[in-house]
């Protein structure tokens, strides 16, 4: 199946900026999408962006996709303490079915 | 809109016993739903897609006579975990999409399975 890698772990001080980072191998991704998990809860979408795509920003999340190389990342400006979550990334070509990364835990110290 | 509800949120039960778990869409109909299971600090493993009125297609590694998935209506998909055991301890949710595609948006809220 298709593989989504992402670095388990991120720490950032309140008030920095947060960078997440997700790599995939299907070539033929069309939708791209981050997921927020919060503790004992189920995903929240966070944001979405189409593969023809090379950036979307929404407030404070700003998603860059490289499809040469299959690299998506997301960056949270000013993060704050209730960004601490796990992030997943996840990939679709047809809008439906997902993979999904293996999250990004991550932890905003105050 | 797109809302999809998943009851229980947890449930708690004997080893050897039957669980049943319910995924609904709210606000629209869902002819496709999956489902996923997720053990602790690892991703989303996609355990199978439902269509609304046919055999429910799973994923490779998946026993599909312990996890009966029903999709009898287009609003309502069910999970049955059979003769659970303590390995079957997990977080398994749900996502549906209608016939025009909700992308990426309608998740359930989880159900936290715990078996004793």
């Known amino acids: 199946g298709e593989d989504v890698e992402q670095s388990l772990f991120l720490s950032v001080r309140e008030g920095d900026s947060s960078v997440i980072n997700c790599t995939y191998t299907?070539?033929?991704?069309?939708?791209l999408y981050w997921y927020k998990q919060e503790p004992g809860a189920g995903l929240q979408l966070l944001t979405y962006?189409?593969?023809?795509?090379d950036m979307k920003q929404d407030q404070r999340l700003t998603v860059l996709l490289n499809k040469k190389d299959k690299h998506l990342s997301l960056r949270i400006a000013d993060t704050q303490t209730g960004d601490s979550a796990i992030y997943f990334c996840?990939?679709?070509?047809?809008?439906?079915?997902?993979?999904f990364g293996t999250g990004t835990s991550l932890t905003v110290i105050p | 809109g797109a809302v999809v509800s998943q009851h229980p949120s947890w449930v708690i039960c004997k080893s050897g016993t039957s669980v049943k778990i319910e995924c609904r869409s709210l606000?629209?109909?869902?002819?496709?739903m999956f489902w996923y299971r997720q053990f602790p600090k690892q991703s989303l493993m996609l355990m199978a897609t439902?269509?609304?009125?046919?055999?429910?297609?799973?994923e490779q590694g998946v026993e599909k006579d312990k996890f009966l998935i029903n999709h009898a209506s287009l609003t309502l998909s069910t999970l049955t975990v059979t003769s659970a055991h303590p390995e079957d301890s997990s977080f398994y949710i749900c996502?549906?999409?209608?016939?025009?595609?909700?992308?990426?948006?309608?998740f359930g809220s989880g159900t936290r399975l715990t078996v004793v």
């Open positions: 996840a990939e679709s070509h047809t809008g439906n079915q997902f993979y």
């Open positions: 606000d629209f109909q869902a002819t496709t």
């Open positions: 299907d070539s033929s991704s069309t939708y």
């Open positions: 962006i189409f593969s023809n795509m």
């Open positions: 996502s549906a999409t209608g016939a025009l595609g909700n992308y990426g948006y309608t």
């Open positions: 439902s269509n609304e009125g046919s055999k429910a297609t799973y």
